[in-house]
């Protein structure tokens, strides 16, 4: 059964508003998250790094005011696409690691979140 | 530099066949993990196989088998005996000891014909 639980899985929302998107790790204690984005035929590319109750890290040219990622405990990271407008429109997938032995190198990722803003 | 490289933006298979999907890598880590994952259209991603740099034998995970080349630096994808449901995008990923992070390919888009 999975073990990265992210929704939701699909959203729609208005320019201007925030959306909050979770990822909680189901059977184990998620010692890093991370947040990724995708645009249609394209890669994945990482946004931040989030380490439980620390402040996350961001790759480059990632707003971390727009894309606020809270990691409060060990099995819930949030991601929160804030003042949302067209071009945020994406697919974004968090991933987790954490675990023990061998389960640990897959580095399990949730169902992924379609978000559309109109 | 691209650390990932997947040179094959589509491929054909028919149903039943054997498919190869090609991934070089860059790094300079002695230690590093090479991963394969697949995206079928719904999102997901799955979690397909993985290869450590120290490992002796190639990986092999039902009719998933890496063909780990480390002098040649690639870890291509070999998928047995095609099915259907193996149409999806195909990512090689990596991650590298001192980086810690994982680097994705481009992707291959696989498609089985019946």
């Known amino acids: 059964g999975a073990v990265v639980s992210q929704h939701p899985s699909w959203v729609i929302c208005k320019s201007g508003t925030s959306v909050k998107i979770e990822c909680r790790s189901l059977d184990f204690q998620a010692t890093t998250m991370f947040w990724y984005r995708q645009f249609p035929k394209q890669s994945l590319m990482l946004m931040a790094t989030s380490n439980e109750g620390s402040k996350a890290t961001y790759e480059q040219g990632v707003e971390k005011d727009k894309f606020l990622i809270n990691h409060a405990s060990l099995t819930l990271s949030t991601l929160t696409v804030t003042s949302a407008h067209p071009e945020d429109s994406s697919f974004y997938i968090c991933r987790v690691e954490g675990g023990t032995g061998d389960r640990n190198t897959e580095a399990f990722f949730g169902q992924g979140t379609r978000l559309t803003v109109v | 530099a691209q650390k990932i490289t997947q040179t094959q933006p589509g491929m054909f298979v028919q149903e039943k066949e054997a498919v190869t999907l090609d991934c070089t890598y860059d790094t300079s880590d002695q230690s590093y993990g090479l991963f394969w994952y697949k995206q079928p259209s719904s999102g997901e991603m799955i979690f397909l196989i993985y290869?450590?740099?120290?490992?002796?034998q190639n990986a092999t995970e039902g009719r998933y088998s890496l063909n780990f080349q480390k002098a040649r630096k690639s870890a291509n994808l070999v998928i047995s005996a095609s099915q259907l449901g193996d149409s999806a995008m195909y990512f090689c990923?990596?991650?590298?000891?001192?980086?810690?992070?994982?680097?994705f390919g481009i992707g291959t888009k696989l498609q089985v014909i019946p």
């Open positions: 290869q450590g740099s120290y490992d002796e």
């Open positions: 990923a990596m991650r590298e000891r001192s980086y810690q992070k994982v680097t």
